[in-house]
């Protein structure tokens, strides 16, 4: 059975007719505001022409779905990993991190030189709370699709790179002279891939 729950509406029909419903629903209950605020359009616009009333018609927008607008969402957090990752490759970004570890290691200042990493897991941790997100609202209006696949890899890519950065954290931890010895003789295991 995929995750997440039953879809409610299997059809179009069915998701028209619901949506009607609820519409219907809202309205019988703001009935009296709704009025109002026609009526204040109405009068405002013929204030506005000189006693003549005249209709005020609002442009059609055309709805969108809440699926289409957390589609939408993806290009844009696919950018903030880009930009996380500066466009380079996961390996040259590691690379760098390290690099900045290992200058500050040098000064003897290991709470900076670790700050380094959870800086780096919290821009990290940011992006994931946003790939969590429009990845739920996706799997619950649509199901196990390739729209859900495609926000899966990208929570996968997050993910890997997580860990990564958190494997080098805990080797900091436990021997930082000897992280930066493994770093510069490329023993450290996103160097070996």
């Known amino acids: 059975m995929p995750p997440g729950r039953p879809k409610l509406y299997h059809t179009q ?30 009068e405002k616009a013929s204030r506005n022409s000189g006693g003549e009333v005249v209709e005020v018609v609002q442009p059609l ?47 003897d200042d290991l709470h900076a030189a670790s700050h380094v990493f959870h800086v780096e897991l919290i821009k990290i941790e940011k992006i994931m709370r946003a790939v969590a997100k429009y990845q739920h609202l996706v799997l619950n209006l649509d199901g196990v699709t390739e729209r859900w696949k495609q926000w899966e890899a990208l929570r996968l890519k997050l993910r890997a790179l997580s860990m990564e950065i958190e494997e080098i954290d805990c080797e900091a931890c436990m021997g930082p002279g000897q992280m930066v010895i493994d770093f510069r003789n490329k023993a450290l295991r996103f160097q070996k891939m």
């Open 13 to 42: 029909e069915e998701k028209l007719s619901a949506n009607r419903s609820k519409s219907n629903n809202y309205y019988a209950r703001n009935k009296a505001k709704i009025i109002t605020a026609r009526r204040r359009m109405r």
């Open 61 to 107: 927008v055309p709805k969108r779905s809440e699926l289409e607008i957390a589609m939408d969402h993806l290009p844009r957090v696919s950018a903030r990993y880009d930009r996380l990752l500066n466009d380079q490759s996961l390996h040259s970004y590691l690379t760098n991190l390290c690099e900045q570890y290992a200058a500050r290691h040098d000064d």
